[in-house]
């Protein structure tokens, strides 16, 4: 069975003169998931509200999808194209760009949705 694995980072690695680095911050981890590739599309959990970054990494070639956990759209397998075996690291969108009544501008949670891929 072929697996995604999803890594959820809200911030990225500081050098000593507090510069931002493109990797993930090992203690910044808000969670992890595994979700299952298969014929048909899955979705993730909702991304954590303080998740500002995603590391995917799959062991066999996939699409994903990313779409607001409220408004959810499958992946097809026209999507992005993740390879296998090659982790890349994604920013997940942070501001709802016209909150409505009772939202704040961080409310909005993400997620993934995979589907397999040849």
């Known amino acids: ?8 980072y809200d911030g990225l ?21 595994t979700i299952a590739i298969g014929a048909s599309p899955v979705s993730s959990n909702p991304f954590q509200a303080a998740t500002r970054w995603v590391y995917l990494s799959a062991d066999s ?13 499958a992946a ?7 390879p296998a075996n090659f982790p890349m690291l994604f920013r997940v969108p ?6 409505q009544l009772g939202q704040t501008p961080n409310s ?7 589907i397999t891929n040849t």
């Open 76 to 82: 097809a397998a026209t999507n992005f194209r993740l």
């Open 94 to 99: 942070n501001v709802i760009a016209q909150p």
């Open 61 to 73: 070639v996939c699409s994903v999808k990313f779409s607001p956990a409220a408004a959810p759209v």
């Open 13 to 33: 690695g500081r050098t000593e003169q507090s510069d931002s680095v493109p990797v993930p911050a090992i203690d910044a981890a808000t969670t992890d998931q």
């Open 108 to 114: 909005q949670s993400w997620q993934v949705s995979v």
């Open 1 to 8: 069975m072929a697996v995604l694995y999803i890594q959820e």
